[in-house]
């Protein structure tokens, strides 16, 4: 599903944010991975997605290796990609509704089944009575709520999420790890960048640690 051959990051060409790594996240696996702030955590994911290249080094993704795709076909492999951004990246002049919807208006599907899908994840958030709220008008957990449906919607192959409980108490971190491990058995391939030590442990899942540009 996604593995890592001796990949190698720099940003500046001179220093190695992250060197050698090498790693397989099976089909299906639910799987966090941690290190301090500044250890790779987002480098590592924002290159799962396209968004950074490798400086060396191959990622495959449903064995097709990334960096040899088309330009063309990049939005075809991020449309099976639902990503949480540290950063949220919502879009602030549309409403919530809207930003969720975005996701599923790029594959065509007719209206009324936009509507109910964005209704039902927002249901499950629990930001049904944001839904016509621009992003601004949110707490940061609230739009972070909305971020993770935004991701989910599309019951995308694999999930990407950094931080994602990063600003949600501890009952709201509950409610969204339960929609995390519902698109898990419905075979959504989970990667979960986080330091929340207590996350990892309530929750037994495998963990890969970033350390000194490895992971281990
Ligand atoms: N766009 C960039 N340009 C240059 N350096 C960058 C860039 N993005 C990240 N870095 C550097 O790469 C290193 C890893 O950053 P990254 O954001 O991947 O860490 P992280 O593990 O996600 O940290 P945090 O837990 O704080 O989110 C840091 O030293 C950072 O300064
Ligand atoms: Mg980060």
Request: net charge positive; aromatic share 6%.
């Amino acid at each position: 599903m996604i593995q890592l051959f001796h990949v190698f990051k720099s940003y500046d060409g001179e220093n190695m944010v992250l060197k050698d790594i090498n790693m397989i996240v099976e089909k299906g696996e639910f799987v966090f991975l941690t290190g301090v702030s500044g250890a790779g955590k987002t480098t590592l994911l924002k290159m799962l997605f396209l968004e950074e290249k490798p400086s060396r080094g191959q990622i495959l993704i449903h064995n097709k290796n990334i960096s040899r795709l088309s330009s063309n076909s990049i939005p075809f492999l991020r449309r099976n990609i639902g990503v949480v951004f540290q950063d949220f990246k919502l879009i602030e002049y549309r409403t919530v509704f809207e930003n969720i919807a975005i996701t599923l208006e790029i594959l065509d599907l007719p209206r009324k089944v936009i509507n109910q899908k964005v209704i039902n994840i927002l249901k499950l958030v629990g930001l049904e009575h944001r839904k016509n709220h621009l992003p601004k008008k949110l707490s940061g957990g609230e739009q972070q709520r909305v971020a993770i449906a935004r991701a989910l919607v599309n019951d995308p192959a694999i999930l990407l999420a950094d931080e994602p409980t990063g600003n949600l108490d501890p009952q709201i971190t509950i409610e969204i790890m339960k929609l995390f491990e519902k698109a898990n058995n419905n075979g959504t391939t989970i990667l979960i960048a986080t330091h929340d030590s207590s996350l990892m442990e309530r929750y037994k899942k495998r963990v890969l640690h970033i350390e000194d540009g490895r992971v281990f």
